[in-house]
């Protein structure tokens, strides 16, 4: 019998919707760790389970208390030590054990969390056991001791020799021609993964970024969905003249893609790439019309490429756990969010973020073009991100967007469809309608926080500004008070203009002009946070776009880290020819949107709209072209 420390206990703070999350040490301490070992167990009533860890400083103690309190209740621990997240879905799929991972995934380096699943890597979401897992270890924490169960044992299991194996047979890579890509493993789980696979990978060569496993991430955070935490990767690849870029996230479960020019290739555009390709294999072996799960806020690219290649787009709630369970009931091929999660049926319907890098991999190595052509045809369409607005009451603000968007198709004799899967979607869109009527949006509340999360898409670039800030406008109020926008989202690379430049707040009082033709574009300047799957991060310092990325490596050894290059030194730039002092260097940013200029041969790129301007006699020519 293990005593712990009595006392009422209250874990609703770290318990979430999908997996456990809070700050190591004082939320999640050894002694909650040790009473969640517990009733895991007595809540699965499966006498075995997988536990693995990531690299965060907590994790091996909080992994090792976990894993005593399964056994005291009769299991059977196999203690897998340093694995990413999909090597434990993998582990927990080929050998049918339940599985528990701990890992903050792209969260800051104080927080530690646990991520379950149920034999088989099936999920357990609030409403599939983690409340009742909840409620028993406080139970057990009330009770102040854990009572032993004869026949618990702890082993050990190496499970990364098996995991390799296993991506590289679903997705295997072709020979061809040679690629040289960077990988930014933001000093996480992708560190432990990467390396042994790139020795695989023949004609590849694999240039690390922070490749050494380091818990309090001290180049950046793992967390591509800010830009921000792309800088050194997008710098590395024009350095480099790398073919390809690829970033994880914390426990590599995420992969983000950076093409040949440093511009982040949208979620939703490898989503379209990887369905295309897993329905066309689905196909060939017999299947008719196999099905692609996709989340509402996926592009509708997604869905045009899914029923062009044959397949059937299946639209889901977005969610972890709702997703995995709605692929299992249609038996779908694939899976894609926008937040770069990918699933895969023959995966136990897990995500994987190597599974994704391997399918962008196998599909440049069979094109004759560079990345940037092999993603166009998937990214046709201008998207806002995902905007985060802080209201008082959501559904209230709900139903006055509701309200705006009717009575201007009203007055404007327009159709619009909507839905309300996980909150509201709206579609203005014809095919015989001109592209600047084209248009649609997702107004979805946060699980948590009292905010309202908003995405648009539309045919081209004006009408998704028009619409995004009109929206804004009406969500939160009038506008007129709003600070400049923070140009992030859900969606890296998505090239939309920064919501703060140029234009004017939609006015108050004045007539609804959503979709309608002939509109300016409306720029307005509302803030719109940056957003991650399930939790909100802190938004970027107002001047984050004046922070000059990386260069990265002049010439870096395959598999090694690159060291920071100090902005102090930057002056005559070799690839871009800027001789301009180092101030002023670090201060400049793309008059279109904001967004940071990298350096590229005779150019300035701008990594967020990739526009590129001239250098002449060593200055930059800041004047946009279109």
Known sequence: MTELAPGPADLSGIVKAYDVRGVAGSELTVEVARALGAAVIDHLGEDAIIVAHDMRISSPQLASAFAEGAVLRGAVVAFSGLSSTDQLYCASGMHRAA?????????????????????????????????????????????????????????????????LATVLALVPV????????????????????????????????II????????????????PLD???????????????????????????????VDETGRAVPASAITALIAEREIARARAAGEDRPAVVANLVSSRHVEETVVAAGGRRVRSQVGHSLIKALMAQENAVFGGEHSAHYYFRDFFFADSGMLAALHVLAALRESDGPASALVARHDPYAASGEINSSVADPAASREAVRAHVQAAAEAEGRRLEIDELDGMTVTSWEDAAPPEERWWFSLRSSNTEPLLRLNVEAACERTMERVRDELLAVIRGDGADAPRPVNAGADP????????????EPTAGVAPRIGGAGSGSGSGSADAELATAGREVPIPPADAADVPASSGPASAEPVAPAARQDSSTVGTMDGSGIDIPAWVRERIVCPSCHGTLLDAPGALRCADCGRSYGVEDGIPVLIPQD
Do not use: W
């Open 493 to 504: 690379g998505t090239g939309a203009a920064d919501p703060g430049t140029g234009g004017a």
């Open 174 to 205: 072709p020979a061809g021609r040679p690629l040289r890509v960077v990988v930014d493993a933001a000093n996480a789980m992708a560190g432990h993964t990467v390396p042994p696979l790139a020795e695989r990978l023949d004609g590849i060569e």
């Open 227 to 257: 830009p921000a935490n792309l800088r050194d990767l997008q710098a590395a690849v024009l350095a480099e003249g790398a073919d390809l870029g690829l970033a994880f996230d914390g426990d590599a479960d995420r992969c983000f893609v």
């Open 99 to 163: 599985g528990a991972m701990f890992t903050a995934s792209h969260n800051p380096a104080p927080d530690n969390g646990i991520k379950l699943c149920r034999s088989g890597a099936r999920p357990i979401s609030r409403s599939t056991g983690l409340a009742e897992i909840q409620a028993r270890a406080e139970a057990y924490l009330d009770a102040g001791e854990i009572p032993a169960v004869p026949g618990g044992r702890r082993e050990e299991l190496d499970t990364l020799e098996e995991y």
């Open 208 to 223: 690390g970024l922070f490749l050494e496993l380091d818990g309090t991430f001290p180049n950046h955070e793992a967390n």
